[in-house]
C-alpha cells in the first residue's frame, strides 16, 4: 500500500506500507497519518482538507475524525481525483513490464512519479 497528498499547492512524498504490516486503526492513525502523511502534508500548506476512502482502518473508531464518515462524499472522481485518475495513470506506468518484487515495485512507482 502506498499513500500520498495531493493537492493545488503541491504533493507529497510517498509513504509505503512495508509487507506484512497489518493496516489496522492503530497503524494507519499512529504511523501512517500522525507520524508521516499529516506532516508531509503540513509542510505543503496550512490549507488543507483531509479525504479519506472507506478502507476499514479508515473508519475506525480511533482514526481521527477530520470529517466524519458520514460526511465523505461519495465516490466522486471530481472529490477524489486521486483515486479516480492519478492512480490508474500511475499504474498503467509502473505495470509496462512485470513487476519483480517490492523493491522494483517501490522504485517504479517513485520514477513515475518524479
Do not use: C
Not at 14 to 25: C, D, I, Q
Amino acid at each position: 500500500m502506498v499513500s500520498v497528498g495531493v493537492s493545488v499547492f503541491g504533493v507529497t512524498a510517498l509513504h509505503f506500507v512495508n509487507p506484512g504490516v497489518k493496516t489496522n486503526e492503530k497503524y494507519y492513525s499512529k504511523t501512517l497519518l500522525k507520524e508521516e502523511l499529516l506532516p508531509n502534508m503540513r509542510d505543503i500548506s496550512e490549507y488543507l482538507i483531509f479525504q479519506q476512502d472507506n478502507a476499514p482502518a479508515h473508519r475506525a473508531t480511533e482514526t481521527p475524525a477530520f470529517i466524519l464518515p458520514t460526511l465523505w462524499p461519495p465516490n466522486s472522481p471530481d472529490l477524489n481525483p486521486v483515486d479516480h485518475k492519478v492512480w490508474s495513470v500511475l499504474q498503467e506506468q509502473v505495470y509496462k513490464v512485470k513487476v519483480n518484487n517490492d523493491g522494483d515495485l517501490r522504485q517504479r512507482i517513485q520514477t513515475v512519479r518524479d
